[in-house]
């Protein structure tokens, strides 16, 4: 069982910085791949941005420049750096890792809040 423990949310202006974490209860290197989503209220949810074990990257056209995902091995966390935020960020984000041995595993999600 992989547990995953989301940190970093909160209530920023638009043009402000946020940087979320999620760290694994094991280490990350283990799994395939490890993603960050995102829901609005209303709105289904979406792929924010998504690294691989190797390293490759990837993002939705909407934060593409301004959002960065990168892992920490050595504290088994998975980040994702907020900049240039707008209000359409708002929303609750969740990560999310591919394990090949035990499956799939969801955070239980930050909320992030961008005032205008």
């Known amino acids: 069982q992989v547990q995953l423990v989301e940190s970093g949310g909160g209530l920023v202006q638009a043009g402000g910085s946020l940087r979320l974490s999620c760290t694994a209860s094991?280490?990350?290197?283990?799994?395939?791949?490890m993603r960050w989503y995102r829901q609005a209220p209303g709105k289904q949810r979406e792929l924010v941005a998504g690294i691989t074990r190797g390293g490759s990257t990837n993002y939705a056209d909407s934060v593409k420049g301004r959002f960065t995902i990168s892992m920490d091995g050595g504290k088994n966390t998975l980040l994702l750096q907020m900049n240039s935020l707008k209000p359409e960020d708002t929303a609750v984000y969740s990560c999310?890792?591919?394990?090949?041995?035990?499956?799939?595993?969801w955070g239980q999600g930050t909320q992030v809040t961008v005032s205008s």
């Open positions: 094991v280490s990350i290197f283990g799994f395939n791949a």
């Open positions: 999310f890792v591919i394990s090949p041995l035990s499956g799939q595993y």
